[in-house]
């Protein structure tokens, strides 16, 4: 326990003394938790070692993941709120509590969302020639191309303005104008304007020439000039409303996304998916955003609209809409992004052999983005000419648009394979692609798994079963990621390839529960959630406790996304009570607390952020000597425990454990520069190396040392 955590626990009044491990004292609060993930991902933002547009990249996930929150999480407590519930989370929270609790973090967060914008990033784009202008401060040739362009593109666009804001339904995330209109007789009319983003995009490149296209072209110059496309609109007002003074206030009004699905016996899974998808589209409003400029009467009138107390109401001084900044990721501005890396082939994968062959002989483990996914890709490929496969099974569960899995899983059902596919519908703001992906499989050929409406296949799968000499080989792979060969670039994520039979099997028999529904509880290298999962992890700490009791030594590490369940989080104080060192790595929410003299002083908890987003799940169990090593999808939330199929994979190869232990798990734990450690109040600090100790950056190591968990491999 650090001398920090000790002043916190002293000043919180926290001691292990007559503490019941059920005190709200010992958790954080999840949604507090989520929301200062976020400044850590701002941080990054700030980060003048990241390029700049990378920067920009990280601003645009602020937004995101805050439009995330209060489409899924602020409707939740607020539906809470609203029935009258005091029910109280494990912190001790009530719903309205948590509301006020977040409020409180998120408007300084707002702040330094728009001064990183127009203090940092602004300036630091401008030096590079991308230039973010007002139309007022341009010159008057700039302005008349603008102008012309907006007559004669842009305001054809535009909804003729209803003067009756009554009448008016605001689309969720939509960037809106408010627009006070007078006339010459001082009769004053409210109307809206939605800002055609869809169209036209969020920022809008000032043409070279009148009427041309805005979007961006990679084969102009490298200086860019761009406004935004409220700031244009409101620059043409006299066109909108003539011989009228006006005055325009961007706002933007966030839904609640949460969907219910209502079936019947008679109903199709999908159908009654597809139709509770467009509740989503006219949810009840969970957030008013709007221009700090807003006069107080208007705030006022749109949240009577909006029937929004003023808890949900917050004011921005910069851009509205973060989200969109995503858009100048377009720029043709390779110096200013991350530079590109050729990622690992494993020089077992040779040349011109036959992947079957291969992974017969051996087990592989992938690590992307360092190890290519063209691996998978190309396995699948294989498996869909070869004539010895029968069989292929695989779980979707987010799909690239342009997916050469897709197009691998077609081309097996055209050439006779038995296909099997189990989508996710439920994959949340994925659900419509996942509709369209069911349609297209299923029109192909594949036999499609989609209805599983209590509960959300999470499991990342992949089992292909092939007639050879000496009988069926099963090939499976098992993994923490999604077969997105978009994401795997950008996501570090854990897979596992393998011809054992003993795996083969079991995995068979989880897909037969899958599409059939049989029972089968008793795996030995697979954890299935949400029947077995949650009791193996808990056995495996009081197993790891009960080792270090009689051998010493007890050691526990995980690295997950998210830690929130209860049980678990109980269970892992009780190691630490009993001597266990533990070590976490959570990127985002963590509702345990760590350095609790007594309790939780023998666990560290560190969350990394940087260029790829850390999603490997990865649990190591020293097990006296005989260590295990869990890799898969789940994390260790109530959800991923006991509403989800999760499966996590005891790796069977003592080689490979080393090499996951040694190469991939220590390095993440061993980061001093990109990894911030969790204080026992809820709050982050940098992780700062000791003098003499060297910097490490995990992500940057793994690119310079991509490949070296093979070379220990069997």
Same mark, same amino acid.
């Given at each position: 326990?650090?001398?920090?955590?000790?002043?916190?626990?002293?000043?919180?009044?926290?001691?292990?003394?007559?503490?019941?491990?059920?005190?709200?004292?010992?958790?954080?609060?999840?949604?507090?938790?989520?929301?200062?993930?976020?400044?850590?991902?701002?941080?990054?933002?700030?980060?003048?070692?990241?390029? +700049?547009?990378? #920067?920009?990249?990280?601003?645009?996930? !602020?937004?995101?993941?805050?439009?995330?929150?209060?489409?899924?999480?602020?409707?939740?407590?607020?539906?809470?709120?609203?029935?009258?519930?005091?029910?109280?989370?494990?912190?001790?929270?009530?719903?309205?509590?948590?509301?006020?609790?977040?409020?409180?973090?998120?408007? /300084?967060?707002?702040?330094?969302?728009?001064? !990183?914008?127009?203090?940092?990033?602004?300036?630091?784009?401008?030096?590079?020639?991308? $230039?973010?202008?007002?139309?007022?401060?341009? @010159?008057? &040739?700039?302005? $008349?191309?603008?102008?012309?362009?907006?007559?004669?593109?842009?305001?054809?666009? +535009?909804?003729?303005?209803?003067?009756?804001?009554?009448? =008016?339904?605001?689309?969720?995330?939509?960037?809106?104008?408010?627009?006070?209109?007078?006339? @010459?007789?001082?009769? #004053?009319?409210?109307?809206?304007?939605?800002?055609?983003?869809?169209?036209?995009?969020?920022?809008?490149?000032?043409?070279?020439?009148?009427?041309?296209?805005? $979007?961006?072209?990679?084969?102009?110059?490298?200086?860019?000039?761009?406004?935004?496309? &409220?700031?244009?609109?409101?620059?043409?007002?006299?066109?909108?409303?003539?011989?009228?003074?006006?005055?325009?206030?961007?706002?933007?009004? =966030?839904?609640?996304?949460?969907?219910?699905?209502?079936?019947?016996?008679?109903?199709?899974?999908?159908?009654?998916?597809?139709?509770?998808?467009?509740?989503?589209?006219?949810?009840?409003?969970?957030?008013?955003?709007?221009?700090?400029?807003?006069?107080?009467?208007?705030?006022?009138?749109?949240?009577?609209?909006?029937?929004?107390?003023?808890?949900?109401?917050?004011?921005? %001084?910069?851009? +509205?809409?973060?989200?969109?900044?995503?858009?100048?990721?377009?720029?043709?501005?390779?110096?200013?992004?991350?530079?590109?890396?050729?990622?690992?082939?494993?020089?077992?994968?040779?040349?011109?052999?036959?992947?079957?062959?291969?992974?017969?002989?051996?087990?592989?483990?992938?690590?992307?983005?360092?190890?290519?996914?063209?691996?998978?890709?190309?396995?699948?490929?294989?498996?869909?000419? %070869?004539?010895?496969?029968?069989?292929?099974?695989? =779980?979707?569960?987010?799909?690239?648009?342009?997916?050469?899995?897709?197009?691998?899983?077609?081309?097996?059902?055209?050439?006779?394979?038995?296909?099997? @596919?189990?989508?996710?519908?439920?994959?949340?703001?994925?659900?419509?692609?996942?509709?369209? +992906?069911?349609?297209?499989?299923?029109?192909?050929?594949?036999?499609?798994?989609?209805?599983?409406?209590?509960?959300?296949?999470?499991?990342?799968? !992949?089992?292909?079963?092939?007639?050879?000499?000496?009988?069926? =080989?099963?090939?499976?792979?098992?993994?923490?990621?999604?077969?997105?060969?978009?994401?795997?670039?950008?996501?570090?994520?854990?897979?596992?390839?393998?011809?054992?039979?003993?795996?083969?099997?079991?995995?068979?028999?989880?897909?037969?529960?899958?599409?059939r529904g049989l029972q089968k509880e008793d795996f030995k290298y697979l954890l299935v959630a949400p029947r077995t999962l949650k009791i193996e992890i808990l056995r495996r700490i009081d197993r790891e406790i009960a080792s270090h009791r009689k051998l010493g030594g007890g050691y526990l590490a995980f690295k997950l996304n998210n830690l929130e369940e209860t049980d678990v989080i109980k269970a892992l104080y009780k190691a630490s009570m009993a001597g266990v060192k533990i070590d976490l790595n959570v990127r985002a929410l963590c509702c345990l607390r760590p350095g609790i003299e007594g309790i939780s002083d023998n666990i560290s908890v560190i969350s990394i952020v940087g260029r790829f987003l850390e999603h490997a799940r990865i649990y190591y169990f020293r097990n006296g000597g005989e260590d295990e090593v869990l890799i898969g999808s789940s994390d260790m939330?109530?959800?991923?425990?006991? *509403?989800?199929?999760?499966?996590?994979?005891?790796?069977?190869?003592?080689?490979?454990?080393?090499?996951?232990?040694?190469?991939?798990?220590?390095?993440?734990?061993?980061?001093?520069?990109?990894?911030?450690?969790?204080?026992?109040?809820?709050?982050?600090?940098?992780?700062? /190396? *000791?003098?003499?100790?060297?910097?490490?950056?995990?992500?940057?190591?793994?690119?310079?040392?991509?490949?070296?968990?093979?070379?220990?491999?069997?």
């Amino acid at each position: 326990m650090t001398a920090t955590d000790k002043d916190v626990n002293a000043k919180k009044g926290i001691s292990s003394q007559k503490i019941s491990l059920d005190s709200p004292s010992l958790f954080l609060n999840r949604e507090l938790s989520w929301i200062r993930f976020n400044a850590r991902i701002l941080e990054e933002a700030q980060d003048p070692w990241h390029p +700049l547009l990378e #920067r920009v990249k990280f601003l645009a996930i !602020c937004g995101s993941n805050l439009d995330e929150f209060f489409m899924t999480r602020i409707p939740r407590l607020l539906k809470k709120v609203n029935q009258g519930s005091v029910e109280k989370s494990t912190d001790g929270m009530t719903p309205y509590d948590q509301i006020e609790a977040t409020r409180r973090e998120i408007i /300084p967060l707002i702040k330094k969302h728009a001064e !990183c914008w127009k203090e940092q990033l602004v300036p630091a784009l401008s030096k590079e020639d991308i $230039h973010i202008r007002k139309v007022d401060e341009l @010159a008057n &040739e700039q302005k $008349h191309k603008l102008r012309e362009f907006f007559k004669n593109m842009v305001l054809p666009t +535009l909804k003729t303005p209803v003067p009756d804001l009554a009448q =008016t339904f605001m689309n969720n995330l939509s960037i809106n104008l408010l627009v006070l209109a007078k006339d @010459a007789a001082a009769n #004053r009319s409210y109307h809206v304007l939605e800002v055609p983003t869809d169209h036209f995009g969020r920022l809008t490149k000032i043409p070279k020439h009148e009427y041309q296209a805005t $979007h961006f072209n990679e084969t102009e110059s490298l200086e860019s000039e761009l406004v935004f496309m &409220e700031d244009l609109i409101e620059n043409n007002r006299d066109l909108l409303f003539p011989n009228r003074e006006t005055s325009f206030y961007p706002f933007r009004i =966030t839904r609640n996304a949460e969907i219910n699905i209502a079936m019947d016996e008679s109903s199709d899974f999908l159908v009654s998916m597809k139709n509770s998808l467009q509740n989503r589209k006219t949810g009840f409003a969970s957030r008013l955003e709007f221009d700090r400029r807003m006069p107080d009467q208007l705030r006022e009138t749109l949240a009577n609209m909006a029937a929004l107390p003023s808890y949900l109401l917050y004011e921005s %001084d910069g851009p +509205l809409g973060l989200v969109d900044l995503w858009q100048l990721l377009e720029t043709n501005r390779p110096d200013l992004k991350d530079k590109t890396f050729l990622p690992n082939i494993s020089p077992l994968l040779t040349p011109g052999t036959s992947l079957f062959e291969i992974i017969a002989k051996r087990d592989i483990i992938l690590y992307h983005p360092y190890d290519s996914f063209e691996v998978i890709i190309n396995l699948l490929k294989e498996a869909a000419k %070869d004539q010895n496969v029968l069989e292929i099974y695989i =779980t979707l569960y987010r799909m690239d648009s342009k997916s050469p899995i897709v197009d691998a899983l077609i081309e097996a059902a055209k050439e006779g394979k038995k296909v099997t @596919a189990i989508i996710e519908l439920k994959a949340k703001f994925d659900e419509e692609n996942n509709i369209k +992906l069911t349609w297209r499989l299923t029109a192909a050929g594949v036999h499609t798994v989609y209805n599983f409406p209590n509960f959300k296949v999470h499991a990342k799968l !992949c089992l292909i079963v092939r007639r050879e000499k000496t009988g069926i =080989t099963r090939y499976s792979h098992i993994g923490s990621g999604n077969y997105n060969a978009v994401t795997t670039k950008i996501y570090g994520d854990i897979g596992y390839l393998t011809a054992r039979p003993e795996v083969g099997a079991e995995l068979s028999d989880l897909f037969g529960v899958l599409m059939r529904g049989l029972q089968k509880e008793d795996f030995k290298y697979l954890l299935v959630a949400p029947r077995t999962l949650k009791i193996e992890i808990l056995r495996r700490i009081d197993r790891e406790i009960a080792s270090h009791r009689k051998l010493g030594g007890g050691y526990l590490a995980f690295k997950l996304n998210n830690l929130e369940e209860t049980d678990v989080i109980k269970a892992l104080y009780k190691a630490s009570m009993a001597g266990v060192k533990i070590d976490l790595n959570v990127r985002a929410l963590c509702c345990l607390r760590p350095g609790i003299e007594g309790i939780s002083d023998n666990i560290s908890v560190i969350s990394i952020v940087g260029r790829f987003l850390e999603h490997a799940r990865i649990y190591y169990f020293r097990n006296g000597g005989e260590d295990e090593v869990l890799i898969g999808s789940s994390d260790m939330m109530f959800r991923n425990l006991n *509403e989800r199929v999760e499966v996590l994979f005891s790796v069977p190869d003592p080689l490979i454990k080393h090499a996951i232990l040694e190469n991939i798990l220590r390095i993440h734990l061993r980061d001093n520069v990109k990894a911030r450690r969790l204080l026992s109040d809820g709050t982050y600090i940098r992780v700062e /190396p *000791e003098e003499d100790e060297k910097r490490i950056n995990s992500q940057s190591w793994l690119i310079e040392n991509r490949g070296i968990w093979h070379e220990n491999a069997p």
